[in-house]
T-cell receptor
Framework: GQNIDQPTEMTATEGAIVQINCTYQ??????LFWYQQHAGEAPTFLSYNVLDGLEEKGRFSSFLSRSKGYSYLLLKELQMKDSASYLC???????????FGKGTTLSVSS | NAGVMQNPRHLVRRRGQEARLRCSPM?????VYWYRQLPEEGLKFMVY????????ESGMPKERFSAEFPKEGPSILRIQQVVRGDSAAYFC??????????????FGQGTRLTVV
């Protein structure tokens, strides 16, 4: 089966850098996704990692280590609008759909 | 190009009634996924469909829940004889091919079902 662990909550201040960790166990790995979800809204795609290393996309970067079953999402120059839930996801055993962690709720204060 | 459209956005049903949730995928997308999200919980996979086929329904409750994606029209998630525990946000996502292969799934705004 799959198991995904993320911290439940994190807090940070505007302009800071925050790292949201995700550890996973899965049989058969086909990539790891990060999604952002504002309260009451749809999840939106942030990143997809299938190879080890860091993928940078503007203020957001995502890192993957397949040997350690570990990923992180790095958010730089935090803004108030970054307050949201961040969801880590890997494929189910059949490889047909994404299985999500419970998400990390990030609160950014001024 | 409109995104994934779900309707209704909010649905209230009495215990024992039926709930029908609709999802129109993005244009050109033939793969649809349904997820349920309870308060303070993550997104739980329910079912994966392609046109006229159910590919993976391993997350669907065995009773009262069904899903379809006909050749024409939206995908429908149907919940019969709803109970209070069915109250949740139901999200639909679509992709042009199987998710992965560097192809992300796009989510709709969700339908918030409240059973009273």
């Amino acid at each position: 089966g799959q198991n995904i662990d993320q911290p439940t909550e994190m807090t940070a201040t505007e302009g800071a850098i925050v790292q949201i960790n995700c550890t996973y166990q899965t049989s058969g790995f086909n990539g790891l996704f990060w999604y952002q979800q504002h309260a009451g809204e749809a999840p939106t795609f942030l990143s997809y990692n299938v190879l080890d290393g860091l993928e940078e996309k503007g203020r957001f970067s995502s890192f993957l280590s397949r040997s350690k079953g570990y990923s992180y999402l790095l958010l730089k120059e935090l803004q108030m609008k970054d307050s949201a839930s961040y969801l880590c996801a890997v494929f189910n055993q059949a490889g047909t759909a994404l299985i999500f962690g419970k998400g990390t709720t990030l609160s950014v204060s001024s | 190009n409109a995104g994934v459209m779900q309707n209704p956005r909010h649905l209230v049903r009495r215990r024992g009634q039926e709930a029908r949730l609709r999802c129109s995928p993005m244009k050109g997308h033939s793969h649809v996924y349904w997820y349920r999200q309870l308060p303070e919980e993550g997104l739980k996979f329910m079912v994966y469909l392609q046109k006229e086929n159910i590919i993976d329904e391993s997350g669907m409750p065995k009773e009262r829940f069904s899903a379809e994606f006909p050749k024409e029209g939206p995908s429908i998630l149907r919940i019969q004889q709803v109970v209070r525990g069915d109250s949740a946000a139901y999200f639909c996502a679509s992709s042009p091919s199987e998710t992965g292969e560097n192809t992300e799934a796009f989510f709709g705004q969700g339908t918030r079902l409240t059973v009273v």
